[in-house]
């Protein structure tokens, strides 16, 4: 039973685009909303991470936007750059991290 | 600082034969442990997790088992794999009150 869905499933983005990556929850008792980074033959990374008392977290080129009435958060990658073509999964945590399908995302030069 | 440490990176085992998979953590006590799952080009199926020494808790039903015989230590084993055990596995590790989870570099399982 899948907790959180992920979309889109992949996206293509030119150097200097933005990237959106979108998830959906339904259980509301999640306090804690990561965001993981994942490059091809490595483990995943942890990115960044909101809780629910703020609508939005900015890490330079990384942005969680968070609505707590929709049960939706997302990951906004400005000024995409090739070194950011990886996987990336949004999470969901209790006493164990439930992981989005992932998205693939292809920056071109 | 923490590292996790997981072996071996590659291999290829037959159909039938027995899985063993290795993963240790060091510069923290008592972690919590996770065994995940990764089918190529798919996301991330939780298999195995340990809040301490002999407690193992499934998230599936499968051919694979886990143990924890110390406190830092994690094993992912299987008695006969199948085609369908091919993926790349994930030891990952957290405090056990913390919400970050730290991932190995992982190992990948050809079954032929």
């Known amino acids: 039973q899948q907790q959180v869905k992920q979309s889109p499933q992949s996206l293509i983005v030119q150097k200097g685009g933005i990237s959106i990556i979108n998830c959906a929850y339904e259980n509301t008792a999640f306090d804690y909303f990561p965001w993981y980074q994942q490059f091809p033959g490595k483990g995943p990374a942890l990115l960044i991470a909101?809780?629910?008392?703020?609508s939005e977290k900015k890490e330079g080129r990384f942005t969680i936007s968070f609505n707590k009435s929709a049960k939706q958060f997302s990951l906004h990658i400005m000024d995409s750059q090739p070194g950011d073509s990886a996987t990336y999964f949004c999470?969901?945590?209790?006493?164990?991290?439930?992981f989005g399908a992932g998205t693939t995302v292809t920056v071109r030069a | 600082s923490q590292t996790i440490h997981q072996w071996p990176a590659t291999l290829v085992q037959p159909v039938g034969s027995p899985l063993s998979l290795e993963c240790t953590v060091e510069g923290t006590s008592n972690p919590n442990l996770y065994w995940y799952r990764q089918a190529a080009g798919r996301g991330l199926q939780l298999l195995f997790y340990?809040?301490?020494?002999?407690?193992i808790s499934s998230e599936v039903p499968q051919n694979l088992s886990a143990s924890r015989p110390q406190d830092r230590q994690f094993i992912l084993s299987s008695k006969k794999l199948l085609l369908s055990d091919s993926g790349f596995y994930l030891c990952?590790?957290?405090?056990?009150?913390?919400?970050?989870?730290?991932f190995g570099e992982g190992s990948w399982l050809t079954v032929v």
């Open positions: 909101i809780r629910p008392d703020v």
């Open positions: 999470a969901l945590n209790d006493y164990k991290l439930s």
């Open positions: 340990s809040v301490g020494i002999g407690q």
């Open positions: 990952a590790w957290s405090i056990s009150s913390g919400n970050t989870i730290y």
